[in-house]
């Protein structure tokens, strides 16, 4: 089991900055794939990036170039560093890990509780 919480969410003002965090209970070292994702009011849940164990990332359209994800496993934290944000990335940003079993080659998918991020016009 790894338990997530995230924190560094707020209000920000549009083209302002925020770095969120994300806590795990355990190592990170060996989860596959973490990632963020958000969620606005009245919209479906979306991928925002990924980061795999090996350092390979991926972004949204939406957030390329202004978004950067990096994992630290020494800390156990993963990160996003926001910027240039826009009223349009006002969401719910929840943190996600999966972890592959090599015993039973089956995924196991752990969620944080969320994040509210505001971004002001």
């Known amino acids: 089991q790894v338990q997530l919480v995230e924190s560094g969410g707020g209000l920000v003002q549009a083209g302002g900055s925020l770095r969120l965090s994300c806590a795990a209970s355990?190592?990170?070292?060996?989860?596959?794939?973490m990632g963020w994702y958000r969620q606005a009011p009245g919209k479906q849940r979306e991928l925002v990036a990924t980061?795999?164990?090996?350092?390979?990332?991926n972004y949204a359209d939406s957030v390329k170039g202004r978004f950067t994800i990096s994992r630290d496993s020494a800390k156990n934290t993963l990160y996003l560093q926001m910027n240039s944000l826009e009223p349009e990335d006002t969401a719910v940003y929840s943190c996600n890990a999966k972890k592959l079993s090599g015993a039973t080659m089956t995924w196991s998918d752990y969620w944080g509780q969320g994040t509210q991020v505001t971004v002001s016009s």
């Open positions: 355990a190592t990170i070292f060996n989860i596959n794939v």
């Open positions: 980061i795999t164990m090996s350092g390979s990332t």
